[in-house]
């Protein structure tokens, strides 16, 4: 039941050098696209992989280096018996120590055993797999892993099709449930003439467990394949060989068919059901072909819940779906260097927790703009309407995504902003100003590399709106508060923010004759953010003040909000 413990590449592909120490149970691989995190799968794939042949070719160096050899190395450890024969293995067998981690040369008894597994490419890209130590190397001496035991290694790939490990073909997930073969020979030439529900019924007999362990799993995970899954012919099989023997459902109809997300559900269920002869699986764009529930199914079935999972999974994904499905110590940040790439634990901390499950889409950015509250993003995202509309590009375009903190405190913001940074992701911080967060906390976001946007001194986002914005944009704000509001409640508010000293057709009377004063303005503001009651506080209702008020009138507003506004919008677009 092999594992891995620690992985090291470099020169291959975009990855000019990594080193890793995943997790024993799920690893989930996130960032931005090209960061290397499908080449982390295909290098496990190509080291630990039990094939004969694999081509290299120039693209597959580092920068099209072929000068620079490639080099994956793969340390394993709870290894299986064989793999730890003295005979077989000793001068390469080497330990880990529980305390510190390390990789230590000696196997000692009590320390988990570990087994180093090297592949080297050259510029003539021929692939030389071999085990590797310090005392073989001071030695000279190298040697392979026996055939039979790289069967022991090997992980399973999950990629679009699946259709292989519906069938029992060499390396199949079938042939690692459990030790039943089927006899190639006369009985198969046989059945194959005569018909195939006549092998069907050889079959039975001699695949029976199997047979009944798929049953069991696919009914489990929902896919249909009647009472009893069938050991038919595949028609489509022409060799007499194991290949030619595949799941069928009671009907006859090959599992093949089925769709791919249901193929790689059923695999992945069977894979855990053979993990103790395979335990490594390897998936790519794990949410491929499945709707939302089937995509917290299969992530069950790989142990996502477990606290002790029989697989070691890999996996890459960019679903929000999968992300709440997820914990922090299953998820690993690609953050690819100038010459050395990091793969970044998100960690269980209660900010970082907490974003997984309201805004996942935040791990899925380059930059992220964390707000005090709905009101801000509903403003940020409104004027992104009304400046896309205007020929400009989009803040999605840009990588951007927003986080919300629930409002009432601004500190909050801060404490998330600094988590994402240590994350490596770019972040600005919308606060307002009527309740300063701690001036130590705003000073370490801010020498972290955070950027922050405030509201003029003593304002929340609706004071700084009727204190900013031009008169003429004053009429529209109050009508759009009235068609969001139930009648009367805008005038209950106004009398209450100013001791009833105005009215709101007062305020509009006096509007025609002499403009708003700057005491009414901060009347309107105060009474605009009613607790529990306020006329914009909403992400949709904002967004329509942004779109069609703020937007049109920012180039007459007060220099310090388009300033704001400007900082917001190069922060967004600058290049990281």
Partial sequence: MAKIFKIEILNFRGIQNLIWFPAPGVNCLIGRGDSGKSTILDAIDLCLGARRNVQFSDVDFHALDVTKPIKISITLFDLDAPLKNVESYGIFLRSINPATKDIEEEPYKDWPTALTIQLIVEGDLEPVWSLTSAHAESLGTSRHLSWKDRGLVAPTRLGGYSNSNLSWTRGSVLNKLTD???????????????????????????????????????????????????????????????GAISLHSQQGIPLRSLGTGSSRLLVAGLQKMAAKSASILLVDEVEFGLEPHR??????SLGAKDINSVLQVFL??????????????????????????????????????????????????????????????????????????????????????????????????????????????????????????????????????????????????????????????????????NNFMEEGRIDEHIKTASNGRYTLVGIETEALLSGYSPEVLAVLGRASRTRRAGWYKSISKMQNVGQFIVGPHLGNSTPAFQLAISTLFVWAHAES
């Avoid at 995509?295 to 069950?300: P, S």
């Avoid at 999968?322 to 953050?335: H, K, P, T």
Wanted: glycine residues 10%; aromatic residues 6%; contains cysteine.
């Fill in 180 to 242: 039943e073969r089927a006899e190639v020979g006369a009985a198969l030439i046989e059945a194959a003439r005569l018909a195939r529900s006549s092998f069907g019924d050889h079959a039975q007999d001699q695949l029976g467990d199997t047979l009944k362990l798929v049953t069991q799993t696919a009914t489990g995970l929902g896919i249909p394949v009647g009472t009893s899954a069938r050991a038919l012919l595949d028609t489509h099989a022409t060799p007499f060989n194991d």
């Fill in 316 to 481: 890459t994904t960019h679903s929000p779906v999968a992300l709440r499905e997820l914990s922090g110590d299953q998820l690993f940040i690609v953050r690819g260097g100038n010459s050395i790439h990091l793969l970044l634990p998100v960690g269980n901390d209660d900010d970082v927790q907490s974003t997984i499950r309201s805004e996942p889409e935040a791990f899925l950015s380059r930059s992220v703009i964390v707000c005090e509250g709905a009101s801000e993003v509903g403003l940020i995202r409104g004027l992104d309407l009304y400046w896309a509309g205007q020929g400009n590009p989009p803040l999605a375009s840009a990588g951007v995504s927003f986080v919300d903190t629930g409002g009432s405190d601004p500190d909050r913001c801060f404490h998330r902003g600094n988590a994402l940074i240590r994350l490596g992701y770019r972040v600005l911080v919308v606060v307002d100003s009527d309740k300063p967060p701690t001036e130590a906390l705003v000073a370490s976001f801010l020498a972290a590399g955070g950027t922050m946007i405030a509201w003029q001194p003593g304002r929340a986002l609706e004071d700084e709106l009727f204190l900013s914005l031009p008169p003429v944009a004053i009429a529209p704000l109050l009508e759009m508060a």
């Fill in 295 to 300: 995509l917290v199914r299969l992530l069950d």
